[in-house]
């Protein structure tokens, strides 16, 4: 979801000089007054069939991982913009009933790009290989609100549950006073539906080893490993700790940065707070054979899971 708050974000200061600019108005004591005493923005986001789109996401190390025609579409999304009292932001989505979001080929559109591929680098000759071929992705969302925590404020570490320490022995409270700052999500979510294909051909990969024509083009449309119909949904409210379809999961998540050597534990920090729920798989199909069987996963929860992120 940061994606679209970062978009909508971006989206309202661009916007804002055209629209200054089209009926330039004095603001008179009355309305400057309507004006500050607003408790926040509201930005509305209304995405049909064609979405939002990108064509290739690339990540350069020696060579590379590509993610390739993203897409976002079919949800409306209203968005809250507030800076609180203690000088943190809050960013709130409300709940939103359907969101799709794609990669790659999917539903055999054979538009020559993977969900998520490697590539070689140029001196070994750019040479691409396919992981996954396709992703689609149906989810519902409930209300979500992520906060950037000024930790200049030095009361804000424990209010906001920032309390991890670092492998040195630094506590992030202690380093509040740095004015850095930390990310803290909390995201109500269910997916409804998730398919994957994996380890298959692009249209242009199998054009190549095939040659063009109905090989090729049954290739590119298969995946040698599919999961079909992946659900994954949360607890049903009433107090068994029975999960079942149609019940949001509830995700906490704190984000963090370090400074420093990776002996001093620099580096990027993420926080699971809460994440439990059941993951179910419909099928699962090996080349062309029908689905060899379904799979469920219970009571899976993630919380107290602490990742670090450096380099090396």
């Known amino acids: 979801m940061k994606t679209f708050q970062k978009i909508a974000l971006v989206s309202a200061i661009a916007a804002a000089p055209f629209a200054a600019q089209a009926d330039l108005t004095p603001m008179d004591d009355s309305l400057m007054g309507n004006t500050t005493g607003q408790a926040g923005v509201t930005i509305e986001i209304d995405m ?28 409306d999304i209203t968005q809250t913009i507030d800076v609180v009292e203690d000088g943190s932001l809050v960013l709130g989505i409300s709940p939103v009933t359907s969101m799709n979001i794609s990669l790659g080929n999917v539903a055999g559109a054979n538009s020559g790009t993977s969900a998520l591929a490697l590539k070689s680098d140029a001196a070994s000759g750019g040479h691409i290989t396919e992981v996954v071929n396709d992703i689609s992705l149906d989810l519902s969302l409930g209300q979500t609100t992520t906060t950037l925590v000024n930790l200049a404020n030095p009361a804000n570490a424990a209010a906001y549950g920032i309390t991890q320490s670092f492998d040195n022995g630094v506590d992030t409270a202690s380093s509040a006073a740095n004015g850095s700052l930390a990310i803290k999500a909390a995201v109500q979510f269910e997916i409804t539906d998730l398919n994957v294909g994996a380890f298959g051909y692009t249209q242009a990969q199998a054009d190549a080893k095939f040659g063009a024509g109905p090989v090729a083009n049954a290739y590119a449309n298969g995946s040698a490993v599919k999961l079909n119909n992946i659900k994954f949904y949360g607890d049903d409210g009433s ?20 400074g420093g050597t990776k002996a001093q534990g620099g580096g990027v920090y993420i926080s699971m707070g809460n994440l439990a729920g ?5 099928g699962i199909q090996l080349g062309d054979t029908p689905s060899i069987g379904t799979v469920k996963v219970s009571n899976i929860n993630l919380a107290g899971m602490t990742q670090r992120i450096y380099g090396h």
């Open 48 to 75: 049909g069939a064609t979405g939002i789109s990108i064509g290739e996401v690339e990540y350069i190390d020696q060579g590379s991982v590509l993610l390739q025609n993203i897409k976002i579409s079919e949800t």
């Open 239 to 258: 107090g068994t700790g029975t999960n079942a379809e149609g019940n949001k999961v509830s995700m906490t998540q704190t984000i963090w940065a370090q």
């Open 278 to 282: 059941t993951l179910e798989i419909g």
